[in-house]
């Protein structure tokens, strides 16, 4: 039996092949570009290197450059152990078949680990294994799949993208053309009979067709590249009947004026074209000026600590950090810029960044990122430059750390979206047999009225915009959420689970008492330098109130979550942490919150906390016990159920002595009882309650623990406001359902008076683009009124 070549690259078959339709492949890698690209287009782009010839000529040796790894760091936001990320500007993103091409790059290339798309800013971010592919080959893969890549290193260093004004020039070009197709149309318009005009007609409609031509393969040339990849890809955009409408336009007017059996609609077809452009350019300007880009320097409550030029330690928030400062990264933080390791050993966990877990050792003078979270103890670095506007929002909603974000809304238009083009050619389809039968004249407009005048766009932006704007809206109080699809969830929401330490409590006005052997100076000192490296409520409350500054070099370091801390100096053992961790067992029984101490294996004594509840908390409960069930969970003893039991609903259930472990399966319990939940907790100890949850919350208070798991990061100071978020999330779906109806009213109309025949494709043209900006305009304002309820 002679070899099978594959169908694609011609390459031999080996055993594993795959057969699809009597075709052989010899890797997914080629069957799915072959899906992707003709079938005439049999250049195999799965393996650059070993395909050289897959690389088009004109592209050949152009980007050499990157072959420099100088030029290279400089594109780079992140090179570590083979892992490298990039940011690139693609020009020619324009449609859903862009994204989902580009969204795909790892079905191309093996190496390629995920690629993001920003459509807005026509970006794409691509994390790849640098030890198998280089940035050169992926710029190259880009270019020979028709994305080519924008670079140019000073747009780069100073932060800037090429702009593109390709539309205005497409719509000056279709503006000219129309004014001076009107003005060549007028003695047809009239049926003027004088000689003169009579006599030139004919030069009037070959002038005209000739104003035609630049409109048809220039100012419309976007619809139709838009539509055939559409097609390509087999998705059936909304481009495709507009590149339908003027296709039909165009060949029908030249046909009658090279046959001369009439002037053709060339006024139509450039009108069409020029109110089309105007429509796109204002709806840009529009999304321009309603912009939801989040900037987290308004809100973002992140503090990080800065180690003074005195050796002291200052709380600042992270747009405040500049190049050269000091800072002091504790365990379990995350950090928040690029910068050299000073101190200490770093046990850095990247996954933040590349979705990879696997920790990584880092040692002093080495180059640390932001994005990683220390592991274990704390380090000391210095800044080499201050984060970017967007980059810790950008990591945060890395599709890697997503749960099932699948929108409702987003199905819904997807699914109209797919079938909306289908029933709109049907619709035009049947409207035009039927004109053609009863009065041709008219036909040809009714098709192209129909194909123009119905839209989905108004449909699809209704859900983006209402949600985009609240986003903003909420960020600016204070309440930052991941993606916009967190809305969505919070509207679905009936149970709310609250943590009580550092969550219901506040970690500003404990009191603080020690009860127990006294301790040496030397040993406040050292259980200070303990509890300085854990991110723990209590433990940060412990180290503000003991007010040492002296530091202390720890030999071991080790925190067990939701237990307590190991650590040693010198020829001493310590133990920080809960009763049973320290192992005394004489304080099981009482009912208090502590920070028990052990050195040696010696049991020392205990520092109590008396909690101070948020003053909100009694309000917060009992504004939301109509509509949810509520709960409280804590990793502390019944020590004051009492006191809460008076202070909140009757219908709350408390659950004490919660390890993390517990707090997820409580959580796991409710979900299957069909309950959606809504978690509230401090981000670190409640990492996999967060998680798990359908909503995770976390409550920031002047602390740099940062869980990708959670949802949500809630100022402590708007703790009160949890229940108007909950309320506004409901009022953001009912206004989505409105919008939803009115794009429906108006599209129904505009096809009735389309199929009637009383509309021309010139004003089918005008109206389109203002139904769009109609609903975002509706939506914006909607949010904007919810958003004023919202007092400070």
């Not at 000073?154 to 090429?162: A, C, I, L, R």
């Not at 040339?221 to 890809?233: L, N």
């Not at 809460?644 to 997820?664: A, C, G, H, I, W």
């Not at 009213?745 to 494709?761: E, I, K, S």
Request: glycine share 6%.
């Amino acid at each position: 039996m002679s070899d099978l070549l594959c169908y694609h690259c011609g390459n031999v078959c080996d055993n594993k092949s795959i057969t699809t339709d009597d075709k052989y492949f010899c890797c997914n890698g080629c069957k799915t570009v072959f899906e992707i690209f003709s079938e005439n287009d049999l250049t195999c782009y799965y393996d650059l290197e070993q395909n050289p010839g897959a690389i088009p000529e004109e592209i050949q040796g152009k980007y050499d450059f990157l072959d420099n790894q100088q030029i290279v760091q400089k594109l780079l936001e992140f090179d570590d152990n083979n892992k490298q990320v990039v940011s690139l500007y693609i020009p020619h993103i324009h449609c859903s078949s862009c994204i989902w091409i580009l969204e795909n790059l790892h079905k191309l290339q093996k190496s390629i680990i995920a690629s993001q798309v920003n459509f807005p800013k026509k970006t794409i971010r691509i994390t790849y294994n640098s030890a198998a592919i280089s940035l050169k080959e992926i710029v190259v893969l880009l270019s020979s799949i028709g994305y080519e890549p924008y670079i140019s290193l000073e747009d780069y260093e100073v932060g800037k993208k090429k702009i593109d004004r390709t539309l205005i020039y497409q719509l000056a070009i279709a503006g000219f053309a129309f004014g001076n197709v009107m003005f060549l149309s007028f003695p047809e318009y009239f049926e003027v009979n004088e000689y003169w005009l009579e006599q030139y007609k004919y030069v009037f409609r070959w002038l005209m067709l000739s104003f035609s031509l630049p409109v048809v393969l220039y100012s419309a040339k976007g619809y139709f590249i838009s539509a055939y990849k559409g097609i390509k890809s087999k998705l059936l955009n909304i481009d495709v009947p507009i590149a339908l409408g003027v296709t039909v336009l165009f060949v029908r007017s030249v046909v009658e004026v090279v046959f001369d059996l009439g002037t053709g609609f060339f006024d139509s077809l450039t009108g069409l074209v020029f109110f089309l452009l105007i429509g796109k350019f204002f709806q840009q300007k529009t999304y321009s000026f309603l912009s939801f880009e989040r900037d987290f320097k308004s809100y973002f409550p992140i503090a990080v600590t800065k180690i003074t030029t005195d050796k002291k330690e200052e709380n600042i928030q992270i747009y405040d950090v500049k190049k050269g400062d000091r800072l002091l990264i504790r365990n379990q933080e995350l950090i928040p810029v690029d910068g050299i390791l000073i101190n200490g050993i770093a046990t850095i966990d990247y996954s933040f960044v590349t979705g990879e877990s696997l920790a990584v050792e880092k040692k002093s003078g080495d180059k640390i990122f932001a994005g990683g979270k220390q592991l274990n103890g704390i380090i000391e670095m210095e800044v080499l430059k201050t984060v970017s506007q967007s980059y810790l929002t950008q990591l945060w909603s890395n599709d890697v750390f997503n749960k099932d974000n699948v929108s409702k809304f987003k199905n819904l238009t997807d699914t109209i979206s797919k079938r909306f083009t289908i029933f709109v050619l049907s619709v035009a389809t049947i409207a035009t047999v039927f004109w053609m039968l009863t009065d041709a004249t008219k036909a040809l407009n009714v098709f192209t009225a129909v194909l123009i005048i119905a839209c989905p766009c108004a449909i699809a932006l209704a859900a983006p915009f209402t949600l985009g704007n609240l986003l903003r809206i909420l960020g600016k109080k204070k309440f930052y959420l991941k993606n916009a699809a967190v809305i969505e969830k919070m509207a679905a929401i009936d149970t709310v689970i609250f943590d009580k330490t550092g969550t219901l409590t506040t970690t500003k006005k404990n009191q603080i008492e020690y009860d127990g052997d006294e301790l040496a100076p030397e040993e406040y000192k050292v259980l200070a330098n303990i509890v300085k490296i854990s991110n723990h409520p209590l433990s940060r409350m412990l180290y503000a109130s003991l007010g040492v500054v002296e530091n202390i070099e720890l030999n071991t370091y080790k925190e067990y979550t939701g237990k307590g801390i190991e650590a040693a100096v010198k020829d001493r053992s310590y133990k920080v942490g809960s009763s049973t961790f320290v192992a005394n067992s004489t304080t099981d029984q009482l009912f208090e919150t502590a920070i028990h101490i052990g050195i040696n294996e010696i049991y020392k004594g205990k520092f109590v906390f008396t909690n101070t509840y948020r003053p909100a908390m009694n309000t917060v409960f009992h504004q939301l016990e109509k509509g949810y069930n509520l709960s409280v969970l804590s990793g502390d003893n019944e020590g004051e159920l009492t006191y809460l039991e008076k202070q909140l609903p009757k219908k709350v259930t408390f659950s004490f002595n919660q390890k993390p472990e517990d707090k997820l399966s409580y959580i796991q319990n409710m979900q299957e009882k069909g309950n959606k939940v809504l978690m509230v907790g401090d981000g670190l100890n409640d990492a996999g309650a967060l998680a798990q949850s359908d909503v995770g919350i976390s409550l920031s208070e002047n602390i740099n623990v940062f869980s990708p798991a959670c949802d949500a990061i809630l100022d402590a100071q708007k703790f009160k406001y949890i229940p108007m978020y909950l309320k506004l999330s409901k009022r953001a779906i009912q206004i989505i359902k409105y919008s939803f109806v009115l794009s429906l009213c108006y599209n129904v109309v505009g096809l009735y008076f389309a199929v009637t025949g009383q509309l021309q494709p010139v004003i089918a043209a005008i109206l389109m683009p203002l139904s769009s900006i109609t609903i975002v305009i509706f939506t914006t304002i909607m949010t904007n009124i919810l958003g004023k309820q919202l007092k400070e």
